[in-house]
């Protein structure tokens, strides 16, 4: 069982920062994905930004310039630095992880969400 717990989430007036973080813990052995998604009220859930094994990383085009994807593979730990914050970006941001177990099985897991609101 592999758990994801996001953090850093707020209220933030239009133009701000904020950094969110999702740690992963449980019986790890790799992680070959890591992404960030949000849900704004009444829409489906997106991708804001991605990160896969082979290097790359992608992100949507509406936080292309704004937001940055890290990761600290030691710690397990995905983060989301969002800059230049809109109205727009409001919504429950949910961290996304693949990999496999210490036992080799493959999991795919979702935090439980945090709420991210930009508003003056």
């Known amino acids: 069982q592999v758990q994801l717990v996001e953090s850093g989430g707020g209220l933030v007036q239009p133009g701000g920062s904020l950094r969110l973080s999702c740690a992963a813990s449980?019986?790890?052995?790799?992680?070959?994905?890591m992404g960030w998604y949000r849900q704004a009220p009444g829409k489906q859930r997106e991708l804001v930004a991605a990160?896969?094994?082979?290097?790359?990383?992608v992100y949507a085009d509406s936080v292309k310039g704004r937001f940055t994807f890290s990761r600290d593979n030691d710690k397990n730990t995905a983060y989301l630095q969002m800059r230049s914050l809109k109205p727009e970006d409001t919504g429950v941001y949910y961290c996304?992880?693949?990999?496999?177990?210490?036992?080799?099985?493959?999991?795919?897991?979702w935090g439980q969400g945090i709420q991210v609101t930009v508003s003056s």
């Open positions: 449980g019986s790890i052995f790799s992680i070959n994905a």
């Open positions: 990160f896969a094994s082979g290097g790359s990383t």
């Open positions: 996304n992880a693949r990999g496999a177990t210490m036992n080799r099985v493959p999991f795919g897991s």
